[in-house]
């Protein structure tokens, strides 16, 4: 009995141990660092997805690296409000930036001047997500890609879609790249409010929505939504019914919604592999892990270290960059 | 029924949740109370702590702030002419004379039991009927008809708190171009933000998030009434107003229940629809008063009705305001989006299933709604007769701390300093502005309404293909549109004559 106790415990041990992984791999804090709370800014709302996922992060890296943070939320200007506090900060390490792909098509178009792989220091990527198409389920005149594809193509124009306005967005990028290739005329309708455009598709005052799954979890469980087609070079498990748009005849590699964490450059090394490290712990945590599966955010590899993250940003950059200038926008 | 008595069960049956029913009641109303930090302080305070609270507490804790808070802004609107959020505005007009003339009891005492009365008012039609309602609104309700609904609030309620037409108009217009600041609603395209001024250079990242009216308002009232009061000492001509205890008697709830009905009908309708909420509610429940009061003339000198009219409808948007939360997981403001973020955060999704799956939730956060509003009325009886007081305490002593509160508050709201200088010079300029005739109400107004109403048209007149004349080929938008354009035309003929006949014209 006691053989067998002590194997249970030796295996629980291993458990942990293996559980704990990227904990144990924790470097010694630098003398004095994270003696006093970290401010972590949120570029969005408080109870926006950012905001979610800035304080599920905050929470993780407390219990995995003994960092305290205060979480500080600096919404306006689609993200860009908050980025002047940020670079007035020192570069210290003690102020963290969450900020999504916005920030990366905004360096793009020339509307910020940072670039998030130059002027900022990537910590990690915690969330990584494709889009897809949405419909409601009781439209009758359509349901599914192809008989979407056969109404837009029968009646062009007149389909609507509910987007992110902003000129040179991810979401219009994306559309103008899968409309090129399929000779669609889709209506895009700029919405500066995500929410809104929840109500817009649901009410029956746009025909179609842009979005990713995480984001409308809610109406996709109580049926109100559909997906149609996703933006991805395969299909995930958990949507096995909507076609990617490589099966729907777009060869193009769709751009994605990334959210991840930065801080200046400049930042001292120890203090930055630190936070580098909390920053792996942390995503490996438990309760970090439930949030992502919560967003979606299993279904692809939502996780990327500094190297992969400027890799990730350069790349987008240069879609961005590429399609401005197919598209006559920026500089 | 059944459901209720069981959500009160809860929600009293534990003594936890009593407790934080109780320091939510209470931290809402002195949040709400105090000029410059608000309800959403003390929210955006308490957001990281729920995180680790049971769901049901959390979520009962932010409704039952959410009620006190919306009233909690009158006390400070009547006593001192500050609202202490934007929806409390209209207060001031009446509430602040009723003061000056020694009547603050009767006036926060119409404040309490109008607020109380709205929001139960409000909290009964939610349980009743919030799913039916909210696929209604979201149904009926579309872009084209949000816009005519805010183009009415505004054609009806332009002239209020003004000298004249005129100047009531150029207010409100002043508002809408301040609205303006910011990055556009279609292309995201920075306006504002940088160019050169008499040969300065300047660009700022800051002012791509807009000018936001929650420090406009903390300057046009807070610091603009400490300077007004200032000058008012320093002149030696300032009268302390006397502190009155009197509640409205039975018989002059009486003479304004036709305005309370009205009121409430206004308020839960504009609360449902997202984004607009108490602020357009309180603005049309208080113009619609002064249209229809047989006492029109005494309005803004100091009517109780005025005072009911505005109370009853902010607190009558708040229950519904939680209807399209609930229903379809769509906040309608901040708080209501840090309601939708806790139950985020705890793994539940609102929207039609969270009847289904979180039930017992829904129906605590209901129960918790009903009674915060029912507990108003016994807390702000107590208020009527000990705020008033503050009253006897020098303003020379009270301003350092208004305008300490006002900065903390413009600086909380969004953690921009630029919001800290847009408060400052807002106090300067409506300091002139209440000199002058010209309304500050009227500036927030449309600085409000403006920035829904641009959000609105721009996605409207995408989906017509630009074609105005697509408002009026639906019913509700066609309908609204026009008689606003009536209410302005008559409004127009009425300053022309100089008289007094509007009644007498539109009947």
Same mark, same amino acid.
């Given at each position: 009995m006691k053989v067998l106790q002590n194997i249970a415990g030796a295996s629980a041990v291993v458990a942990v141990l293996l559980m704990a992984g990227p904990a144990a791999a924790m470097p010694d804090k630098p003398a004095g660092f994270g003696n006093r709370p970290l401010t972590m800014i949120v570029p969005f709302g408080a109870g926006g997805g950012s905001d979610q996922l800035a304080r599920a992060m905050a929470k993780a890296m407390e219990e995995e690296a003994g960092l305290s943070f205060q979480v500080i939320n600096k919404p306006g200007g689609g993200g860009t409000a908050a980025i002047p506090d940020f670079m007035l900060a020192p570069a210290d390490g003690y102020t963290v930036l969450e900020h999504i792909d916005n920030a990366i098509s905004a360096y793009a178009a020339g509307d910020i001047r940072e670039n998030p792989a130059e002027d900022w220091i990537p910590l990690c990527m915690t969330q990584i997500t494709f889009s897809q198409i949405y419909i409601r389920p009781d439209d009758d005149r359509?349901?599914?890609?192809?008989?979407?594809?056969?109404?837009? #193509?029968?009646?062009? $124009?007149?389909?609507?879609m509910a987007n992110l306005g902003k000129v040179g967005s991810k979401e219009l990028v994306v559309m103008q790249q899968l409309s090129d290739a399929l000779d669609l005329d889709v209506k895009q309708i700029a919405f500066d409010k995500p929410a809104e455009r929840y109500g817009a598709l649901i009410g029956g005052h746009v025909d179609v929505l842009f979005e990713q799954p995480g984001d409308v979890r809610n109406f996709l469980d109580a049926g109100q939504m559909k997906p149609i087609l996703t933006f991805l070079d395969s299909r995930p498990d958990a949507f096995p019914d909507a076609p990617t748009h490589l099966e729907a005849g777009a060869d193009f590699d769709a751009l994605k919604r990334f959210r991840g964490f930065y801080v200046k450059k400049g930042t001292p090394q120890d203090r930055l592999d630190y936070l580098v490290a909390a920053c792996k712990a942390g995503f490996a945590n438990e309760g970090y892990a439930e949030f992502n599966k919560k967003k979606y955010m299993h279904l692809i590899d939502s996780y990327r270290d500094t190297e992969g993250s400027i890799e990730l940003i350069n790349n987008a950059v240069a879609t961005y960059r590429d399609m401005y200038k197919q598209l006559g926008i920026g500089n | 029924m059944e459901q209720f008595l069981d959500g009160t069960f809860n929600l009293f049956g534990d003594g936890q949740a009593v407790l934080i029913f109780a320091l939510g009641l209470i931290g809402g109303m002195l949040f709400g109370a105090i000029p410059g930090v608000n309800m959403l302080t003390l929210g955006a305070v308490l957001l990281p702590f729920t995180i680790t609270m049971q769901p049901e507490h959390a979520v009962m804790l932010f409704s039952v702030i959410y009620c006190a808070g919306v009233f909690g802004g009158a006390i400070t609107a009547i006593l001192f002419n500050i609202p202490g959020a934007p929806e409390n505005a209209p207060t001031c007009f009446d509430g602040y004379p009723m003061t000056m003339q020694g009547r603050s009891g009767k006036a926060i005492g119409a404040a309490v039991s109008c607020s109380a009365i709205g929001g139960v008012a409000s909290a009964v039609l939610m349980m009743s009927a919030t799913g039916l309602i909210a696929s209604w609104a979201v149904r009926a309700f579309g872009p084209q008809e949000v816009f005519a609904l805010i183009f009415f609030g505004l054609a009806v309620s332009a002239s209020i708190g003004a000298e004249n037409l005129w100047k009531g108009w150029l207010s409100v217009f002043a508002g809408l171009i301040i609205a303006t600041v910011g990055t556009d609603p279609v292309g995201g395209i920075p306006r504002f933000n940088e160019g050169s001024f008499f040969g300065l250079e300047f660009s700022s990242y800051y002012l791509s998030a807009g000018i936001h009216f929650i420090p406009m308002i903390l300057g046009f009232f807070a610091v603009s009434e400490v300077l007004t009061q200032a000058m008012h000492i320093s002149k030696g001509t300032r009268e302390r107003p006397k502190a009155g205890l009197d509640f409205p008697t039975i018989a002059e709830f009486l003479s304004v229940r036709w305005t309370m009905l009205r009121s409430i009908v206004i308020g839960f309708f504009a609360g449902i629809l997202p984004g607009i909420g108490a602020t357009l509610a309180a603005f049309l429940?208080?113009?619609?008063?002064?249209?229809?009061?047989? #006492?029109?003339?005494?309005? $803004? #000198?100091?009517?109780?009705?005025?005072?009911?009219?505005?109370?009853?409808a902010n607190n009558a948007a708040t229950g519904a305001a939680m209807i399209p939360l609930l229903a379809l997981g769509l906040p309608g403001g901040a708080l209501t989006a840090m309601i939708m973020g806790i139950f985020q955060i705890h793994g539940m999704e609102p929207g039609p299933l969270i009847f289904v799956n979180s039930g017992d939730l829904v129906w605590i956060t209901f129960a918790a709604m009903f009674w915060a509003n029912l507990f108003i009325i016994l807390l702000g009886w107590l208020q009527t007769k000990t705020v008033v007081q503050i009253l006897r305490v020098p303003f020379r002593w009270l301003a350092p701390g208004i305008l300490l509160l006002a900065v903390i508050g413009a600086y909380a709201l969004r953690n921009l300093? /630029?919001?800290?200088?847009?408060?400052?010079?807002? $106090? /300067?300029?409506?300091?002139?502005?209440?000199r002058s005739g010209y309304s500050a109400a009227g500036v927030v107004l449309g600085l409000i309404l403006g920035k829904l109403g641009e959000s609105a048209f721009s996605k409207s007149m995408q989906l017509m293909d630009y074609n105005f004349f697509g408002f009026f080929e639906r019913p509700i938008s066609a309908l609204l549109i026009t008689l606003g354009i009536a209410a302005i035309i008559v409004s127009i003929i009425n300053e022309i004559r100089g008289a007094d006949v509007q009644k007498a014209l539109m009947d």
């Open positions: 359509f349901s599914d890609w192809e008989s979407f594809v056969a109404y837009a #193509k029968a009646n062009p $124009g007149d389909v609507t | 429940g208080y113009s619609q008063a002064h249209r229809w009061s047989k #006492k029109r003339a005494n309005f $803004g #000198k100091g009517e109780l009705e005025g005072v009911v009219a505005s109370e009853t300093f /630029i919001d800290v200088w847009v408060m400052f010079l807002a $106090g /300067i300029v409506g300091y002139l502005l209440r």
